[in-house]
């Protein structure tokens, strides 16, 4: 597998360079892919939510899959979401009263950079991408949020500005907090605020990788590391990403995720139709996957351990 992927990946080599290359030069993610200006400030809209096939648990969640949209949340449950597993009984009794359930609707931007946040989110499936602009209207992706983290956490404790863009790149569900709320009980919960630094941690180190990781590493790792934290997060058998959607996550044009794409399909690593990737050979993804992926993860396991 590995041999056949170095061989596909060296025939490809010069043609990929150029493209690659300038890929690089202009990688940013036009805000007019991912930008649904709707109701930049409401939560997701409330409605009963369709029940995703499980793909993987990568946290062991006390999960309870019949927690659906827009329903009165069971106190003796915890959501699918890592921060509100972590809480003890005590501190999450504090939180349980606050939380609503949403539905995450792909595209859906939940608050846009100088917006001001009406609720934090707390994914319990979905992928949410937290995407910075720039002046000339490109944009490119800092973290992926899913399951394992929340949105607006640092913003809702201070003025409510959100510093990026937060969009829905695949749908999901969250529990939802009235920023008011989450600083009542911030206010009056030290286990929770110490449990939100580190989560803040978390994202710093999700974007300090990710500059270095844009800067040094080819269009093939930075994809494949891309996929790799995607599958953490996504709850379906297969994720539904064009590739022009997938250039635009990474940064690169469309042309170089085309090339590094059918490289990766030929070698058996995905299977890629109409839109559907599915991933094959999870072994060989991380192998061709940059040194990003498991930093960022090894920083996340020291933080929650
Ligand atoms: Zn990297």
């Known amino acids: 597998m590995t ?4 061989a596909l990946n060296f025939s490809h080599a010069n043609h990929c360079m150029n493209l690659i290359s300038a890929a690089n030069a202009t990688g940013c993610l036009p805000p007019s892919v991912y930008k649904v200006r709707d109701t930049p400030h409401a939560p997701a809209q409330l409605h009963r939510a369709v029940t995703l096939p499980s793909f993987k648990e990568p946290f062991a969640f006390q999960e309870n899959t019949r927690l659906l949209a827009g329903t009165v949340m069971p106190v003796d449950q915890r959501p699918p979401n890592r921060l509100l597993q972590t809480l003890s009984a005590a501190d999450f009794a504090l939180v349980h009263p606050h939380l609503e359930i949403v539905e995450l609707d792909r595209g859906k931007l939940l ?4 917006g001001e ?3 934090v989110y707390l994914p319990h499936s979905g992928i949410i991408s937290s995407v910075v602009s720039l002046s000339e209207g490109q944009a490119v992706e800092v973290a992926m949020i899913g399951r394992d983290g929340i949105v607006g956490a640092t913003e809702a404790l201070c003025d409510a500005i959100s510093l990026s863009d937060a969009a829905v790149v695949c749908q999901g569900r969250a529990s939802v907090i009235a920023v008011e709320d989450f600083r009542a009980i911030a206010a009056e919960s030290a286990a929770w605020r110490q ?3 580190r989560h803040e941690q978390s994202l710093l180190a999700q974007a300090q990788q990710s500059v270095a990781c844009n ?6 790792e930075r994809l494949s590391r891309w996929l790799l934290r995607a599958r953490d997060l996504w709850d379906g058998e297969t994720l539904p990403m064009t590739q022009e959607q997938l250039a635009r996550m990474i940064g690169v044009q469309r042309n170089a995720i085309s090339i590094v794409a059918h490289a990766l399909q030929q070698a ?8 559907q990737i599915e991933i094959i050979d999870v072994e060989a993804l991380r192998k061709s996957a940059c040194e990003c992926y498991h930093a960022v993860h090894a920083k996340q396991a020291h933080l929650f351990k």
Do not use: F, P
Not at 111 to 114: C, I, K, L, S, W
Not at 215 to 220: Q, R, T
Not at 268 to 275: C, D, M, N, T
């Open 111 to 114: 608050v846009e950079a100088g």
């Open 268 to 275: 058996g690593v995905l299977s890629y139709s109409r839109g």
């Open 195 to 197: 449990l939100l630094a």
């Open 215 to 220: 800067a040094a590493h080819s269009v093939e």
């Open 117 to 119: 946040l009406t609720y």
């Open 3 to 6: 041999l056949t992927l170095i």
